[in-house]
T-cell receptor, first 113, second 116 residues
Framework: DADVTQTPRNRITKTGKRIMLECSQT?????MYWYRQDPGLGLRLIYY???????NKGEISDGYSVSRQAQAKFSLSLESAIPNQTALYFC????????????FGPGTRLTVL | AQKVTQAQTEISVVEKEDVTLDCVYE???????LFWYKQPPSGELVFLIR??????QNEISGRYSWNFQKSTSSFNFTITASQVVDSAVYFC?????????????FGTGTRLQVFP
């Protein structure tokens, strides 16, 4: 089984709908992240969490919210989806100590019509 | 401010050619980490290498090699004898220690296409 899983893998929704993207990990890492990837822009950080009680905004948090339900689960919500939130979303985890690499989930492709 | 520039948007080569992907970074910190990730057509992100700012030794792993030069703020990636399976988007990323946020700042990526 994959260490970092994301559900759903693909989602098409309409403008104004609320949508939640879920991330689960079995790596036992404290740190979790949400990124979005847009063509030609690379990956940009939306939110990150150092533990269940420590959640921080990234560079593009407007229009998004997150919930860290447990060490292993980190959800991203779009309260009222808009077309420019159409993107590929990645969840990532990292071991807390040092500056080790981040491990990424398979991604969720979200389309907002 | 921290920044990562991958000036090559797309590179096309024929199998067995060597190819170098460029990465130039900007940082005010003296302690930082550089990474390369591979994103194959299937879409996942695969970690390739991490290098800290105090270790300027070049690294070789099979057909992959990395050249880190602090003097030019570059961390270039070379694939020797490229293969079709190397076709992917490659991202360079920077993490600064000073902020203790371990945010990864990604470049915009270089799409490598290797033709048979």
């Amino acid at each position: 089984d994959a260490d970092v899983t994301q559900t759903p893998r693909n989602r098409i929704t309409k403008t104004g709908k609320r949508i939640m993207l879920e991330c689960s990990q079995t790596k036992g890492h404290d740190r979790m992240y949400w990124y979005r990837q847009d063509p030609g822009l690379g990956l940009r950080l939306i939110y990150y969490s150092f533990d269940v009680k420590d959640i921080n905004k990234g560079e593009i948090s407007d229009g998004y919210s997150v919930s860290r339900q447990a060490q292993a689960k980190f959800s991203l919500s779009l309260e009222s989806a808009i077309p420019n939130q159409t993107a590929l979303y990645f969840c990532a985890t990292r071991e807390g100590q040092g500056f080790n690499e981040q491990f990424f989930g398979p991604g969720t492709r979200l389309t907002v019509l | 401010a921290q920044k990562v520039t991958q000036a090559q948007t797309e590179i096309s080569v024929v199998e067995k050619e060597d190819v170098t992907l460029d990465c130039v970074y900007e940082t005010r910190d003296t302690t930082y980490y550089l990474f390369w990730y591979k994103q194959p057509p299937s879409g996942e992100l695969v970690f390739l290498i991490r290098r800290n700012s105090f270790d300027e030794q070049n690294e070789i792993s099979g057909r992959y090699s990395w050249n880190f030069q602090k003097s030019t703020s570059s961390f270039n990636f070379t694939i020797t004898a490229s293969q079709v399976v190397d076709s992917a988007v490659y991202f360079c990323a920077l993490s600064e220690a000073i902020y203790n946020t371990d945010k990864l700042i990604f470049g915009t990526g270089t799409r490598l296409q290797v033709f048979p």
